[in-house]
């Protein structure tokens, strides 16, 4: 229910959603159904708190964005999803069915986080790495400790570039994950990752590298390995730059 708030008509319709002054929407940007963009996240919040959705976006239905959060071109939004204030997004990420991303998280771009995926707080996740459904990332090591909001930045998960999280895994606060490790499914990760290795199991421990990866029937998909390690992707050169521009160098202390 809408507060009596000045912000109470500070918005506009587009179709059933709600769109608040102070967001830009990019060019063809479709949204869908009861979904919020720009919402403020406390009465009498200042009002120049610009919230972007870059160019070939999609909104799906019911999906709430609070104010601040800035993302780059064709970012994806599905349905229920809610992403939290200040976020920032490079482009090509899609945030899937239900998924939560909370305040302030980073993503490089070319992200997937798939359906009921959570992204706690000061999360950054490098340009290219993909979450499968239910992953959750945490950042509280001590729930509801009176010191627990300030550690929470320190905790934040620092997922690598290229990194592949398997289904329903999990990581605990401070974990960091090196650039194109691969996480099993259903793992519970509790001590930092290497680089290009593969982690499974709770607790996850290092089962092989991702150049030891077999294809499960090579000879019905014609492969040997599922990942070509003498060539593997790199995030474009002028990453920064674009990433700059979204400002992610902006941190709020
Ligand atoms: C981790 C993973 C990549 C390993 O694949 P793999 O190397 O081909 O697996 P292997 O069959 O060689 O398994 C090696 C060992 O790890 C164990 N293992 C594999 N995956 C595991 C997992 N997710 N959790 C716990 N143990 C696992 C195996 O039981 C095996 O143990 P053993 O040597 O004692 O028998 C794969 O099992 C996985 O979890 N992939 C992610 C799937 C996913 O979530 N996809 C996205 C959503 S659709």
Redesign the pocket.
């Known amino acids: 229910m809408e507060s009596e708030g000045k912000n109470k008509m500070d918005y506009e319709l587009v179709g059933t959603s709600k769109v608040y002054r102070n967001v830009r929407l990019g060019v063809r940007v479709a949204i869908g159904d009861n979904s919020v963009i720009g919402q403020p996240w406390k009465k009498g919040m200042p009002e120049n708190i610009v919230t972007i959705i870059g160019d070939d976006s999609y909104i799906g239905n019911n999906v709430t964005i609070e104010a601040g959060v800035k993302t780059g071109d064709k970012f994806t939004a599905e349905d229920g999803s809610r992403i939290a204030r200040n976020c920032i997004f490079g482009d090509l990420v899609a945030i899937g069915l239900n998924a939560v991303v909370l305040e302030e998280a980073k993503f490089e771009g070319m992200n997937r986080l798939?359906a009921l995926g959570f992204v706690s707080e000061y999360s950054e996740i490098g340009y290219g790495a993909w979450m499968?459904?239910q992953v959750a990332l945490f950042n509280a090591p001590h729930p509801k400790c009176p010191k627990a909001k300030f550690c929470e930045r320190d905790y934040a998960p620092r997922i690598g570039r290229f990194v592949r999280i398997?289904?329903?895994?999990r990581t605990i606060p401070g974990v960091i994950i090196g650039d194109y490790a691969?996480i099993?499914?259903?793992?519970v990760v509790l001590k930092p990752v290497a680089e290009k290795s593969?982690v499974?199991?709770n607790p996850a421990k290092v089962?092989?590298s991702i150049g030891?990866?077999?294809c499960?029937d090579k000879a019905k998909y014609g492969i040997e390995h599922p990942y070509d390690v003498q060539n593997l992707p790199k995030a474009p050169e002028d990453l920064e730059k674009r990433l700059a521009e979204l400002g992610w160098r902006i941190k709020k202390e």
């Open positions: 798939h499968g459904p398997g289904g329903g895994a691969l099993g499914a259903g793992s593969v499974a199991g089962i092989k030891e990866l077999n499960w």
